[in-house]
């Protein structure tokens, strides 16, 4: 079945480090993939998304690419923030279901 | 208002006792989910809508009923609560899933 795999946490970086969260999926068909993000305290709130291959969702400094061929939504950020510290989801949305990564913890250091 | 409102935000339960968990949306949204948090597990999916008449199981929905009473409205109940259903809750409303989820912000429920 369908599923998302990311790398685990917690990611400890100084402020003004680059950021890679990593996400891998296994979907039949052509899915969408999200990432969520989820401060403390707080519910989920979608970050970025893109809808088909090699597309490139953005927002906030947090970019992510769809590539098809690695099966790969990896979140990238230039330079954190102390703001930026809280758990990341990758998700996919695939024949109306969707399927949610089990987080990363993001701890960002002043 | 937020888009979607839970209540309560915060529920302490004994074993063997009813709960109800609520939900509200102002998005307008027919399709309306109930998900379940648990540390380094993400999000499990319990029930979902599509809309007023159309109800289904998610992954885990043993032990959990829910109650669609308006397409703004969407409950989760806990008919006989365990230990092991402590957890965050939460709600969600999509109008088309490409587009993503509007999440609320939680129930944290623990049963004792």
């Known amino acids: 079945g369908d599923s998302v795999t990311q790398m685990e946490g917690p990611v400890t970086l100084s402020e003004e480090a680059f950021l890679t969260i990593n996400c891998t999926y296994t979907?039949?068909?052509?899915?969408?993939l999200f990432w969520y993000v989820q401060y403390p305290g707080e519910g989920l709130q979608l970050l970025l998304k893109a809808t088909k291959a090699d597309d490139k969702g953005s927002n906030k400094g947090f970019e992510a690419t769809y590539r098809k061929e690695t099966t790969s939504f990896h979140l990238e950020k230039g330079s954190v923030q102390v703001s930026d510290s809280a758990v990341y989801f990758c998700?996919?949305?695939?024949?109306?279901?969707?399927?949610f990564g089990s987080g990363t913890k993001l701890n960002v250091k002043p | 208002d937020a888009d979607v409102t839970q209540t309560p935000r915060n529920r302490i339960t004994k074993t063997g006792k009813r709960i109800m968990l609520e939900c509200s949306q102002t998005k307008g949204h027919d399709r309306m989910y109930w998900y379940r948090q648990d540390p380094g597990l993400g999000l499990r999916l319990i029930y979902y809508s599509f809309d007023v008449k159309d109800i289904n199981k998610g992954e885990i929905s043993d032990g959990y009923s829910v109650s669609r009473q308006a397409q703004a409205k969407f409950s989760l109940s806990l008919e006989s609560a365990i230990p092991n259903q402590t957890a965050l809750y939460f709600c969600a409303t999509s109008d088309d899933p490409l587009y993503g989820y509007t999440f609320g912000s939680g129930t944290r429920l623990t049963v004792v």
């Open positions: 979907a039949t068909g052509y899915p969408s």
């Open positions: 998700a996919l949305v695939n024949f109306n279901k969707f399927y």
